[in-house]
């Protein structure tokens, strides 16, 4: 598929064939220097987890050094040599043994369990009113996420904002199939279940970008929904939540005027912008213990600050007008989806259809979308 | 051949039709499954070819993701479970020293019922597109028909097969309660029966939660229920409980048989006996006992709290001990023996090897915390290829090298059979040990693409390269089996100074296995015919000479029946209607009075029919 080469670059872009090349590329293999590594923790839940994983790695290490050892070393001593049989002493057992083999992991394994408890009730801890913190509602869509900040009343899709330092409280919950919302570098994953209201915990020590992606299967493009992590400081994520809180401007001419009158015509069916006519509202109903909750939803990602985003389609695609101008043509020809099944009255969207627009007004949607930054 | 091999039994294609000869159906087993092997294996295949590099174009999203649902619903349940069936079918009447199994004809309709099942599963690729939500089949993802849109063909064939599989394990616990010759105590059964017996049960109980479900799928799609439908009051994660009910017993389904051939193979080879041989055999009891308590570990990202995370976490640790102690016993046996490294002793180190690494990955996965950074990774594809492919397939691959002579009457190459195994032993960790490596760093499973810079292009290409590799190893095998089956050489009854009863008959074996029916003294009772234990421990040859005998004039053989081919083929009409409503309920009909004629047909069927005494 052409489409596909569009699909976002993350780093480099050489596609090494060379044995030489590939050898090097062992360390880079290796290295944590990558933005989607859950060897790499960037901040304090993910390096608690991180930790138990060493620890029990090297127990295992050991172990299998030890098991592989005695292998290699028992075929390696009491094979038959040309010539040289040598009779085999006719053992059929040795209950110390057995108890000393089944003891030793039952000890190994003790001292794992603890800090595992102790470390999955840590995770799942809510915080304390006096923790401030941030609380992001996180809803997985097919195939994109969205995200509300019902303490600053914005919302956006796909890339995530946070300030560094403070703790960021995820309500997890799904408009249609279970997605699992997964930063390798920030936390482990944990699933958006439809019905259920699930949570999980984001600090970041220090601003960068953290890439992640939906980690359980949900369909035809589970490939393509990714989600990018961008964590400030106080003072930058402060500056983007106010210019997230902008409306976002209405042009009077030029051709994002024309694209104006094309977007409430078409793309308000699905789509919010501030000052367009808003798409049916859908509701959610969650559960968690005995308490339900409603939550309003989205059918498609909120554009009223399009502009402002690195990446769309489920951050899979870098906003740039070539992409976009593709993506407005025919988005299944870059990300496959299965508008035929949209039903917006019921509220299932399955992906933007094409709608066959003349190259001026797709022009003129482009400039529109860059306006709303 | 004996003379005694007179009207019961025919011959050429009908005679394979309407077998009950339990050698006869694991045969078939065998060779079905080896075919299904083929189809999954290309399904691999096709899925590293997509992931070589990064936005690959060979497939398509709708097509990457019906060839991975495809692959691990091909490899479980047409691949590993038939060969463990196979040898099940073909040994456990011969280590028992039996004529058959309990019910031959409920035997040849689990084997219909596989090869129906399986055809039903592979013919949706033809009509419009295969399974294509995941072998787990989620709700409610798999529940909704317009867009998941061949789930009816998993739902219903999967039902389909366990319907085979529930008789089959009928037919193992009966066998192995009613069939035992005289002497043959339940602590002397060879271990391999033992584990057939033990995943027996485990398959009698596993099943039935997700046919259950299965059902609740198929009424969700197609019948307007709302199980898994949260918006209307029903509950997605119930789906997970009840397949990871089925779906962690049958982990255990899997690998149990391959670990009971391992346990044959290792002391023949070793000319020692078993190791610890009442500790192997109660630590698959207990594998099979705690495998029902661990299933929540598929789910430690599902959302259940961490009291309940924190108790799966433990039983999982726990199951890691009776595990070990396997292990452990293994290296006993192999410890100051006299090793003949053949190539069923080579594929049984090698299960070992491989085996040791996805049990240690499975130890991480215990740590829950741990687990959800790995959940949904290659690191746990990694993981379970190690358990699956270098455990269960090495261990059968160990069986097939060191039963094939009792089957055919003819050895495989030895050489082209190390051959074999070093290039599946090296194609394997090329294919799966990088994974680790990528699901570690961040790639999730069942993604038809990935990004260049994510630091996935290395490490999938080496993972692409090594699984043309491994399927070279397996091209060899299928040579090597070629030519031993056509012009191997003859291997005798007893090729490798073997320990249980189907070493003491002719290879191939007639068709009424035992001439007279053994009495058994000892566990290993063939090796104590053959050899006594000086002062110092150690093996003295008695001069063993199989005694001559001749087949009883009169003896009781199940006489061949068509009924249950027909019965079976009933059932594939039946349940290849119920994909297509409305109209397809004609079929279903149909296919219902075929199966009412089948079982009825048979239960009329005269016993001793044709049998000549």
New interface residues.
Partial sequence: MAGQRYIERIGGRRRLLMLAVLLALVAAGCSTELPQNSLNPAGPEARKIDSLFWLVFWIAAAVFFLVEGALVYTAIRFRRRRNRDHPAKQVHGNLRLEIVWTLIPVVILAAVAVPTVATIFDLQRKPGPDENALIVDVIGHQWWWEFQYPEYGIETANEMHIPIGRTVYLNLLSADVIHSFWVPQLNGKRDAVPGRLNNLILIADEPGVYLGQCAEFCGLAHADMRHKVFAHTEEDFEAWVEAQQQPAPIPTDGPAAAGWETFQVLCTACHVADGATPPLSRQITTTQGSETRIYDVALAPNLTHFGSRTTFGGATFQNVEDHLRRWIRDPSVLKPMRPDLNDIAAGRILGMPAFELEEAEIEALIALLELWR | MTAVETAPHRSGIWGWVTTTDHKKIGIMYGVTAILFFLVGGIEALLIRTQLA?????VL???AY?QMFTMHATTMVFLVVMPLAAAFANYLLPLQLGARDVAFPRLNALSYWVFLFGGIFLTMSFFVGGSPD??WFG?A??ST?V???VRMDYWALGLNFLGVGSIMSSVNFIATVFTMRAPGMTLMRMPVFSWMIFVISFLLLFSLPMVAVGLFQVYADRRMGSVFFD??SG????LWQHLFWLFGHPEVYVLILPAMGMVSEVLPTF????L?????VIFSGIAIGFMGFGVWAHHMF???L??VA??AF??TT??I??PT??K???W??T????????NTPMLFS?GF??LF??GG??G??H????????????YYVVAHFHYVLFGGAMFGIFAGIYYWFPKVTGRLLGERLGKWNFWTMFVGMNLTFAPMH?LG????????????????F???N??ATVGSFVLALGVLLFLINAWRGWRRGETAGPDPWDGRTLEWTIPSPPPVHNFDEIPVVHAEDDFWHRKYG?DE????VALGYEAPATSPPADMHLPSPSYYPILTAAGMFLTVTGLVYPPWGLLLTGAGAVVTLWGLFGWSMEPLTRGSGS
């Fill in positions: 590099v990064p936005d690959g174009g398509s999203a709708d993701n939500g995941g989620y409610p993802l909704q317009g867009e998941v949260a918006a029903g509950d997605p994660v070793a000319r020692k006996p190791f610890g041989r009442s500790f990202t599902t959302g709290g961490p995370e924190a976490a433990l640790m726990l890691a001990v070990g102690v292990i452990f016993n290296l006993g192999i410890w100051g023996g006299s090793l003949r490294l180190l070992i090897a040791v690494v240690l990955s130890v991480t215990a740590v829950a915390p741990a687990d959800t950074q790995q959940h949904d990774t490596m570690l760093n961040g790639m999730p499973r069942r993604t038809y693409r990935y990004p260049e810079g994510l630091g292009d290395l490490w290409l080496v234990v110092e421990g150690h093996a």
